[in-house]
């Protein structure tokens, strides 16, 4: 009788104790996912920017406040400008402070370009009392922390991974700026009390393959013929469905091959120009049967006058707090310069500002995103926006060659793209 049972004993402790080893593997493993999982690590983590000790730092917190405080104007906006220290990002910024908004920069300085040329663009800002906080639109906790800290009646989003060819190296790059960080953005915004108008730079690239000129905002968008493309379409997809969702008002730009002083090193009219001054050979697309590849190339200034009239007639988000009380504004506008000029007419202007002569590689244009030519059609911009470009190309690289001439001679370097 006792033998059994001193074994039933025996067999009984023996599989508690084995019950608590595998719970202890089990909870282990849990943790051990917790941790580790994309998830936890996007939402709770600030590492890479801004992290935890400085969302709590008094003196970080009074610069954002001060910075998102209009300085002049009655009324005038609180704009968060997220991607602020890129191209039309710095611009804008300048532009809504010059007129007294009040503007917080948001950028994560990534090194998709020379992030010393960012640097500059924030020192820039910084004397122009800008502040940029360095951080990505992919942090929750960074952007509720923003809404906390200022009461933002718009968002100016132009954070993106941009470039059309690039999509072909980094497609992942494409999806986590333009899909995930977008709509982690609108997430916030939704939520906000009071929710802000959202104006975004989409891109003329959505028209894709269409041959119908000039592009129209009612034309078809379904023939993208990049990533690149294909992620800003998603993301007026997207826009339409916050703004049906939680009444978000929200506006999206369709910008065509921006240009100028600041401008962005991997763009055609910027690695011409340092190419052609290194006496280095620079590659020039052309269609099928000799057809000359064209943009409707867009001058800053004049975009940036696009910008700030789709902010000063963006409507109220409708509503609050994450639940929407009626039906919101959703727009969207070409932002072009409506006469397409083709490669190699740019490439014939660059060779003259610069006095140099460009040495010239015609070759057929490969599958890589490219289309073969842009012309925007303006006239909903020009009638909603009082959009009205002024500057043509000749006059607008002519300012570009000047800068970059004076800030590469400055700074003693070249850029790197
Ligand atoms: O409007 C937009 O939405 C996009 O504009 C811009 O794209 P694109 O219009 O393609 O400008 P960009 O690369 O400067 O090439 C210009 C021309 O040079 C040709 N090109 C280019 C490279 C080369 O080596 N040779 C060449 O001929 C090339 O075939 C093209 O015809 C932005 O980069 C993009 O982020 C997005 O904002």
Redesign the pocket.
């Given at each position: 009788m006792d033998k059994p049972l001193s074994v039933n004993r025996f067999r009984y402790h023996f599989s508690i104790a084995r019950l608590v080893f595998w719970t202890c593997i089990f909870l282990g493993l849990i943790l051990l996912f917790f941790f580790h999982s994309p998830h936890s690590s996007s939402s709770s983590s600030t590492s890479d920017s801004a992290p935890r000790r400085i969302l709590a730092d008094p003196d970080w917190e009074s610069r954002v406040i001060k910075s998102g405080k209009p300085r002049s104007r009655a009324g005038g906006l609180r704009v968060l400008v997220t991607g602020a220290a890129g191209f039309v990002g710095t611009h804008v910024c300048a532009t809504l402070r010059r007129r007294g908004d009040g503007v917080v920069g948001l950028d994560n300085f990534n090194a998709y370009y020379d992030p010393a040329l960012k640097q500059a663009r924030r020192s820039l800002l910084e004397r122009a009392d800008v502040f940029v906080v360095k951080g990505d639109i992919n942090n929750p906790t960074l952007l509720s922390k923003l809404f906390e800290l200022v009461q933002f009646t718009h968002v100016m989003h132009l954070a993106?991974q941009?470039?059309?060819?690039y999509a072909m190296k980094n497609p992942s790059s494409y999806v986590h700026s333009n899909i995930a960080g977008f709509v982690n953005l609108l997430e916030v915004c939704k939520s906000a009390n009071p929710q802000p108008a959202i104006v975004w730079?989409?891109?003329?690239?959505?028209y894709g393959l269409n041959t119908k000129v000039p592009f129209s905002e009612k034309d078809r968008t379904d023939k993208p013929s990049s990533l690149?493309?294909a992620t800003?379409k998603a993301g007026e997809e997207i826009a339409h469905t916050y703004n049906h969702i939680y009444g978000l008002s929200i506006t999206g730009l369709?910008?065509?091959?921006?240009?100028g002083p600041w401008g962005?090193p991997?763009?055609?009219?910027?690695?011409?120009t340092k190419d052609i001054l290194k006496g280095k050979p620079?590659?020039?697309?052309?269609g099928p049967d000799h057809f000359s590849?064209?943009?409707?190339?867009?001058y800053i200034d004049d975009i940036v006058k696009g910008c700030l009239g789709a902010l000063d007639t963006a409507k109220k988000s409708t509503g609050s707090g994450g639940v929407k009380k009626g039906p919101a504004q959703l727009r969207v506008f070409n932002l072009?310069n409506t006469s397409p000029v083709p490669?190699s007419k740019?490439v014939n202007i660059l060779e003259k500002l610069l006095k140099v002569k460009a040495k010239k590689i015609v070759?057929p244009?490969p599958a890589?995103?490219?289309?073969?030519?842009?012309h925007a059609n303006i006239s909903l911009a020009q009638r909603e926006l009082g959009y009205k470009p002024t500057t043509d190309l000749q006059t607008g690289l002519k300012k570009f060659v000047r800068w970059y001439l004076n800030f590469y001679t400055r700074t003693g370097k070249t850029s790197n793209v």
């Open positions: 993106a941009a470039g059309v060819r730079a989409s891109s003329s690239s959505v690149y493309a800003k369709r910008f065509f091959t921006v240009y962005r991997d763009m055609a009219y910027f690695f011409f620079i590659t020039i697309f052309e590849v064209a943009r409707d190339f867009t072009g490669v740019l070759l244009m890589n995103g490219d289309v073969l030519f842009t």
